[in-house]
């Protein structure tokens, strides 16, 4: 719809009087200058105040000064990258976030995303079709995995995590757990969380229990633990490596690169018959029961945004 702003202003500023005038004046300029989206909002206005010209002028002017208020503060709200947008609506990590909009799963007011787009609290953005919004409480789990569940959200894989859980809101796993693995998986519905946490620089420690499939001598240790050459010859980062039984080995890694573990077994002559995690920073596993998954209590909240220099 087109309209001459100026005459819409005018019209609120013929019925107001003193500093609210010159308020509404000062607020008009800045709209104008700094957002031109704004007009559509400015249109739904000035066809609010044709409907409300029963009401007394006082009436009407106070009605329009405050949603003209409204309005404003919505569109002054900071505009965020998109990837971080759909990570603080609990639906994927940033680099996950991404991916969708490469794969084109991601629009704006109706327009198929790209990579880089900022967005602010008035757009509508939908991922899959389905409108998302920023949530306000945070949901961390710690699941124990079985084998055979896969750490994915897609809904073509019959066994991923989010539909074994079956949890009511919307959240996914932070990193991964191969699938021929168990053990811990944290999942939340928040992104920057899950950032920091997979962020490789943080060198944050995860702990797993690994069964071979021959015994461990001193040299498999010491291999190890001091680093081994995998994937095109890339040096895995010193680790500490503690002999349980003859087959079972304790192992703490501050990094997560592919099937790192096995990896790392395969080049040392062995094969791994289980591989367990039990620790991802200071969250345990504990006696958990395979399948099943709690919430984090306060206590380890606190001390894990502690270790991410997070607020909580």
Wanted: contains cysteine; aromatic residues 6%.
């Amino acid at each position: 719809m087109n309209f001459d702003a100026d005459v819409l202003c005018a019209h609120v500023c013929d019925n107001t009087s003193g500093p609210a005038r010159l308020r509404f004046k000062l607020l008009w300029q800045t709209v104008k200058q700094k957002f031109e989206t704004i007009m559509n909002t400015i249109c739904n206005i000035q066809n609010c105040i044709l409907l409300k010209m029963r009401l007394c002028s006082a009436q009407r002017c106070r009605w329009t000064f405050s949603y003209i208020i409204s309005c404003y503060q919505t569109v002054m709200s900071e505009p965020v990258r998109l990837n971080k947008f759909i990570s603080e609506a609990g639906v994927a990590s940033r680099r996950a976030a991404d991916r969708m909009v490469e794969e084109g799963r991601v629009t704006i007011n109706g327009k198929v995303a790209v990579l880089g787009d900022k967005v602010s609290d008035s757009d509508k953005v939908c991922v899959d079709g389905k409108p998302i919004s920023k949530v306000d409480d945070d949901i961390i789990l710690v699941f124990h995995k079985p084998r055979g569940i896969t750490c994915t959200s897609s809904p073509d894989d019959k066994n991923n995590v989010i539909d074994y859980i079956g949890y009511p809101k919307r959240i996914y796993s932070i990193g991964r757990l191969d699938k021929d693995s168990e053990g811990l998986l944290l999942l939340t519905n928040n992104g920057e969380l899950a950032n920091e946490i997979m962020r490789s620089r943080g060198e944050h420690e995860k702990e797993y229990i690994v069964t071979v499939n021959k015994p461990i001598n001193q040299e498999f240790v010491k291999k190890m633990s001091g680093g081994v050459p995998i994937l095109d010859g890339r040096v895995t980062k010193k680790c500490k490596v503690e002999k349980i039984t003859d087959v079972t080995f304790r192992i703490i890694l501050k990094q997560g690169l592919n099937r790192q573990i096995r990896r790392m077994c395969e080049f040392c002559g062995y094969d791994v018959k289980r591989l367990i995690r039990v620790r991802v920073m200071n969250i345990e596993l504990g006696d958990l029961k395979e399948g099943r998954y709690r919430d984090i209590t306060k206590r380890e909240r606190t001390e894990l945004f502690n270790q991410l220099g997070m607020k909580q």
